[in-house]
């Protein structure tokens, strides 16, 4: 059975940085992409982040552009988001999900797997 974990979270303040961790484990993942998602209070869920099954397309929602970055790879079967020059706008709690996507060349259209998440704080 697909299971997918996040690690990494905490409090941090403005400005610092924080790399999340999603890791896998029951089934290859060979041909799914992997999203990043984050759901502030009162919000409803937001994409963040996504990367094909090869990793050869990535994508950043356009608030963190520049300051997030996906990296990782199915054969260690962890993905990672670094988050540098956080704001207090990107607290809330982090998700990371597998979809199937065979094509290399884009976003997964629809997830099948979620971890629990871990929450992210930024303030001072």
């Known amino acids: 059975q697909l299971q997918l974990v996040e690690s990494g979270g905490g409090l941090v303040q403005p400005g610092g940085s924080l790399r999340l961790s999603c890791t896998y484990s029951?089934?290859?993942?060979?041909?799914?992409?992997i999203g990043w998602f984050r759901q502030a209070p009162g919000k409803e869920r937001e994409g963040v982040s996504c990367?094909?099954?090869?990793?050869?397309?990535?994508n950043y929602t356009n608030s963190v552009k520049g300051r997030f970055t996906m990296s990782g790879n199915h054969a260690e079967m962890t993905f990672y988001l670094q988050m540098n020059s956080l704001k207090p706008e990107d607290t809330g709690v982090y998700s990371c999900?597998?979809?199937?996507?065979?094509?290399?060349?884009?976003?997964?259209?629809?997830?099948?797997?979620w971890g629990q998440g871990t929450q992210v704080t930024v303030s001072s």
């Open positions: 999900a597998a979809g199937y996507e065979m094509t290399d060349r884009g976003c997964p259209p629809k997830y099948h797997a």
């Open positions: 029951g089934v290859p993942l060979d041909y799914y992409g």
């Open positions: 990367v094909s099954s090869s990793g050869g397309y990535t």
